[in-house]
């Protein structure tokens, strides 16, 4: 049996565990804990709840000396001033052993309080981008002396519009550090955060385990495009017997509102949807009123759908195939809870069959596929996003849209660039190109 034992640990941080009543690691700590103290760069895939919080932290406070130095040597970089208060709390558990100085900062409280914090000194700051970027900017805090950084909930954070001011961070960050980082689901993003910035990370996943899929049926659809999904979506939806209670899962917001904005008219107050870019309040409500079955469908981005407690789902659909497959298992794990048959439907365009592959090939099973109904109008119409591209010709980095463009121009801009406008004009007025050449032509012409 794996036993906090196995870990070489010093005697305080052993009586804390003792304290917390901890008995034996959760898989993440058991798989994290020598790769992290070995030094290396590491991207955990883990929700809340299984206990990364310790994972990172066990290693990290075995490798801390005392030190009465200012400036802090770990910083750990959390999406929400509620997070901050509770990894604060979690690391003061941690080490009540220990002589550590943990200081929390985080927006939307007067930032002279964090001053002050700061400038008494700290082993380890726990903080908002936003607040830590401003405390830097203040020069209240440096953080030349960072060994350690942990970025907790990438995801969150890249989702409610973090990444520049990550970036900033990272830019003022010594080179030499150790970066580990925890995210529930996986995205292009995330994905392309981490080739960015880390070195060579290993990655750690304990987000299939437990999923129960003997308890999940689960069907595919080979569908063309977009609004093909829709036409069947539609079709699938209005048998309202059968699809009591639907999650419907869509990878990015824009997707989730042109969904959403085509569903609207039929299924009216039935419908809700939601994403990090509607207000909380909104947000909130729309999960009451499906929670109380006020709705019976709500349209979500996988990670919004991440800390929803929602029971008793009859349905998940997958709009898209996650690119991820962990985010397919996070999504159909929504489903088929407490002794309950769940059902997962998964849409998936020819772009999208080697992501359902990946699933498959993850599961270790294939997904059955269903004939798409006769009645499906297949359509023809493409979103922009599935619209062909072509290469701008000296910027081959730019794509230039084929299509039409979202909104209609207005007629000042519809005029054609022709070029030259000063010969154009010129040659109107005079019939004919007046150019130094012609001048000269002209000269010789009358002699
Ligand atoms: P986290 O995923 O970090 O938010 O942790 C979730 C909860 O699990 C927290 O309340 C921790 O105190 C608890 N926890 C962390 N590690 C263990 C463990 N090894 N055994 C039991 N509970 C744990």
Known sequence: MESFANFKISKQLRFAIDDLGFIKPTPIQSQSFSLIQSGKDMVGIAQTGTGKTFAYMLPILQGLSFSKQVQPRVLIVVPTRELVIQVVDQIK?????????????????????????????????????????????????????????????????????????????????????????????????????????????????????????????????????????????????????????????????????????????????????????????????????????????????????????????????????????????????????????????????????SSKEAIEKLMGIQIPLTELPSEIEISKQLTYDEQPKHKERYNPLKEVGTGKGFHEKKDKNKKENLGGSYKRTVKKKYKKPKTKGDKNFNKRNKK
Do not use: W
Request: one cysteine or more.
């Open 93 to 353: 558990t941690f080490t009540n052993y220990m002589t550590v100085r943990t200081v929390g900062v985080y927006g939307g409280v007067n930032i002279n309080r964090h001053k002050e914090l700061v400038m008494q000194g700290a082993d380890i700051v726990v903080a908002t981008p936003g607040r830590l970027y401003d405390l830097v900017l203040s020069r209240t805090l440096q953080l030349k002396s960072i060994k350690k950084l942990v970025i907790d909930e990438v995801d969150v954070m890249l989702d409610l519009g973090f990444r520049f001011q990550l970036i900033n961070i990272f830019e003022l960050l010594p080179d030499k550090r150790q970066n580990v980082m925890f995210s529930a689901t996986m995205t292009d993003e995330v994905e392309l955060l981490i080739n960015d910035f880390f070195n060579n990370p290993t990655s750690i996943s304990v987000a299939v385990s437990g999923t129960p899929l003997d308890n999940i049926s689960q069907v595919s659809y080979a569908v063309p495009n977009f609004y093909t999904k829709a036409n069947l979506l539609k079709h699938l939806l209005i048998n309202e017997e059968v699809y009591c209670k639907v999650l419907v899962f869509v990878s990015n917001k824009k997707s989730a509102d042109l969904l959403f904005n085509y569903l609207e008219d039929i299924f009216v107050a039935d419908l809700a949807v939601i994403h990090s870019n509607k207000t909380q309040n909104y947000r909130i409500r729309s999960i009451e009123n499906f929670n109380e079955r006020l709705t019976r469908i709500l349209i979500t981005t996988d990670i919004m759908a991440r800390g929803l407690d929602l029971d008793l789902i009859s349905h998940v659909i997958n709009f898209d195939t996650p690119s991820f497959p962990e985010n397919y298992m996070h999504r159909i794990g929504r489903t088929g809870r407490a002794e309950q048959k769940g059902r997962s439907l998964l849409f998936y365009t020819d772009k999208e069959r």
